[in-house]
């Protein structure tokens, strides 16, 4: 029988997470699955936990909690030999849609049992040192958001009393009503340009933020990330065209850009907020160069299609 090691986060989904690991132990004895329990308490401990299970073998790693917790044990993972599992107790849960887990608990756990993997590739990002910190480098499972997206996880620890899309929702419109947008350059290896952009959102996954399909077409395992760049929007147009986005129906609008790619540095004369798998990178900075590691870890993967995102847990 695999080792497994649970890492559990009872902060996600607002605190409501907590009331769901008895449930969790539960079900994982049920399913005849030996495990180790580990909490996290503060950002760094999945990591730090992961790898401490893969150095006293531990074959399998469940990140159970949200797409933070999912990124920190996944990136951890990379190059291990280790499996990656997730129970998804978040608000966002983004990164499950690409691995078809939804957010039955039980279904969850089912799918750890059953142990059907698909080998996936993961992203990498980092921002040099600058006057205002070291360098920082990591890896990415599902997103890398740059402009609105950073200035919606701001909002967003700020609300209290939202959960899952109501929550997204309303960072956006606080974000939108003081982020106008910013000169960016993408450099994709030899060919800059220059853009007036809202947001610039690289994937590894299909969806950002609990329901906006931001990459419909993103696949976990083609080699390649997908990127969408938002040029500025008025309100009107935002309030028009967003739900748009929520079936991924935003690709033939002319202030969209869609394409794929396996590098590219994002820079600006001003300082950008970013998010990094639904976590605020620690500072605003001027260039991050972002790149992808094919294949780079094996991951459980379910049988739910993304179509369950507003399902309760259970």
Same mark, same amino acid.
């Given at each position: 029988?695999?080792?497994?090691?649970?890492?559990?986060?009872?902060?996600?989904?607002?605190?409501?997470?907590?009331?769901?690991?008895?449930?969790?132990?539960?079900?994982?004895?049920? =399913?005849?699955?030996?495990?180790?329990?580990?909490?996290?308490?503060?950002?760094?401990?999945?990591?730090?936990?992961?790898?401490?299970?893969?150095?006293? +073998?531990?074959?399998?790693?469940? =990140?159970? +909690?949200?797409? +933070?917790?999912?990124?920190?044990?996944?990136?951890?993972?990379?190059?291990?030999?280790?499996?990656?599992?997730?129970?998804?107790?978040?608000?966002?849960?983004?990164?499950?849609?690409?691995?078809?887990?939804?957010?039955?608990?039980?279904?969850?756990?089912?799918?750890?049992?059953?142990?059907?993997?698909?080998?996936?590739?993961?992203?990498?990002?980092?921002?040099?040192?600058?006057?205002?910190?070291?360098?920082?480098?990591?890896?990415?499972?599902?997103?890398?958001?740059?402009?609105?997206?950073?200035?919606?996880?701001?909002?967003?620890?700020?609300?209290?009393?939202?959960?899952?899309?109501?929550?997204?929702?309303? !960072?956006?419109?606080?974000?939108?009503?003081?982020?106008? +947008?910013?000169?960016?350059?993408?450099?994709?290896?030899?060919?800059?340009?220059?853009?007036? !952009?809202?947001?610039?959102?690289?994937?590894?996954?299909?969806?950002?933020?609990?329901?906006?399909?931001?990459?419909?077409?993103?696949?976990?395992?083609?080699?390649?990330?997908?990127?969408?760049?938002?040029?500025?929007?008025?309100?009107?147009?935002?309030?028009?065209?967003?739900?748009?986005?929520?079936?991924?129906?935003?690709?033939?609008?002319?202030?969209?850009?869609?394409?794929?790619?396996?590098?590219?540095?994002?820079?600006?004369?001003?300082?950008?907020?970013?998010?990094?798998?639904?976590?605020?990178?620690?500072?605003?900075?001027?260039?991050?160069?972002?790149?992808?590691?094919?294949? !780079?870890?094996?991951?459980?993967?379910?049988?739910?299609?993304?179509?369950?995102?507003?399902?309760?847990?259970?």
């Amino acid at each position: 029988m695999h080792r497994t090691k649970i890492i559990f986060n009872p902060q996600s989904h607002g605190g409501e997470a907590a009331g769901h690991l008895e449930q969790v132990k539960s079900l994982f004895g049920a =399913a005849g699955i030996p495990y180790e329990l580990a909490l996290t308490d503060v950002p760094g401990d999945g990591r730090r936990a992961a790898l401490e299970a893969v150095a006293r +073998g531990f074959t399998t790693v469940v =990140a159970a +909690g949200g797409d +933070g917790l999912a990124g920190e044990v996944a990136g951890a993972l990379v190059g291990s030999g280790a499996v990656f599992g997730m129970i998804p107790l978040g608000s966002g849960d983004d990164f499950a849609k690409s691995l078809r887990i939804g957010r039955s608990i039980s279904k969850a756990v089912a799918a750890v049992r059953d142990r059907r993997t698909q080998v996936i590739d993961a992203g990498t990002v980092g921002s040099p040192a600058d006057g205002g910190g070291p360098e920082i480098r990591r890896h990415f499972m599902n997103c890398v958001g740059i402009g609105l997206d950073g200035e919606v996880i701001v909002e967003k620890e700020k609300i209290k009393g939202l959960r899952d899309l109501k929550l997204y929702l309303w !960072a956006t419109i606080r974000a939108l009503a003081r982020y106008k +947008g910013q000169r960016v350059c993408l450099d994709f290896g030899g060919n800059r340009v220059w853009f007036e !952009a809202l947001l610039v959102e690289v994937t590894n996954g299909k969806c950002i933020g609990g329901g906006y399909y931001i990459c419909p077409d993103a696949v976990v395992d083609d080699g390649r990330l997908d990127l969408c760049l938002v040029r500025k929007l008025s309100w009107l147009e935002f309030f028009r065209h967003v739900p748009k986005v929520f079936k991924g129906q935003h690709k033939h609008l002319k202030q969209v850009n869609l394409g794929t790619l396996t590098k590219v540095v994002v820079e600006s004369e001003t300082p950008m907020a970013a998010q990094v798998d639904g976590e605020l990178w620690p500072r605003p900075v001027r260039r991050f160069e972002i790149g992808i590691v094919p294949r !780079a870890l094996e991951c459980i993967v379910g049988g739910d299609d993304a179509g369950d995102r507003f399902k309760s847990f259970s």
